[in-house]
Each structure stands twice: as C-alpha cells, then as structure tokens.
C-alpha cells in the first residue's frame, strides 16, 4: 500500500519559517518524480515546487528565491523549506509522487492527504 504522509505545516507569522515532510512508503520513492502542490480556500491547487529522480529542481513563481525543495533518497522522504513565509502562503501543501513507466506504459501518481500551512500577518 502507497502512503504519502506529510508533516510540519502549522501556524506562523509573516516573515517566518517551516519545514514540511512528506515520508513515503510502499514505493520506490527513488525514481519517482516528487513535488509539493498547495490549495488555497477557493482557488485551484497549483504546482510549488518539484524534483526530479535525478534532483533536478523547478519552482512555481510564488516559491522562487523563498523556498527550498529537497529529498533524502535514503530516508524516503520529500521536504520543502519554506522561508520569508506571506499570508498568501496560507494553503494545503499536498505532496505528489509521479512515474511514467515504459512496460507497460502507464503513468503511476500519488498523493499525500495534505498538511495545513497558515501564515498570519
């Protein structure tokens, strides 16, 4: 069985920090793409931040220069440091593992159930 299990959201002040996590188990966490998307209360959920199997890196526009995306291949485990956090910040982080395997061809995806993330000005 695949869980995604994310941690560390909470409340913050503007200006502060978090680190969340998002432990996987029942896959091989190494060669799947991973990536944190958030949704905000009536908005569309919209990518964060994401890693390749190889750690190449990507930000959505909201993340770049504040938040960091990382993996422990070792731990199976995704993070996302986020810094300099805004009250827009505030949202659902949701942790998403994706693969497209070959034989047969076929895109595997998965999902964490999501941590709250409330930043106060």
């Known amino acids: 069985q695949v869980q995604l299990v994310e941690s560390g959201g909470g409340l913050v002040q503007a200006g502060g920090s978090l680190r969340l996590s998002c432990a996987a188990s029942?896959?091989?966490?190494?060669?799947?793409?991973m990536t944190w998307y958030r949704q905000a209360p009536g908005k569309q959920r919209e990518l964060v931040a994401g890693?390749?199997?190889?750690?190449?890196?990507n930000y959505g526009d909201s993340a770049k220069g504040r938040f960091t995306i990382s993996r422990d291949n070792a731990k199976d485990t995704l993070y996302l440091q986020m810094n300099s956090l805004k009250p827009e910040d505030t949202a659902v982080y949701y942790c998403?593992?994706?693969?497209?395997?070959?034989?047969?061809?076929?895109?595997?995806?998965?999902w964490g159930q999501g941590t709250q993330v409330t930043v106060s000005s």
């Open positions: 998403n593992a994706g693969r497209q395997f070959n034989f047969p061809a076929q895109y595997r995806e998965y």
């Open positions: 890693i390749s199997s190889s750690s190449t890196t």
């Open positions: 029942g896959i091989n966490f190494s060669i799947y793409a």
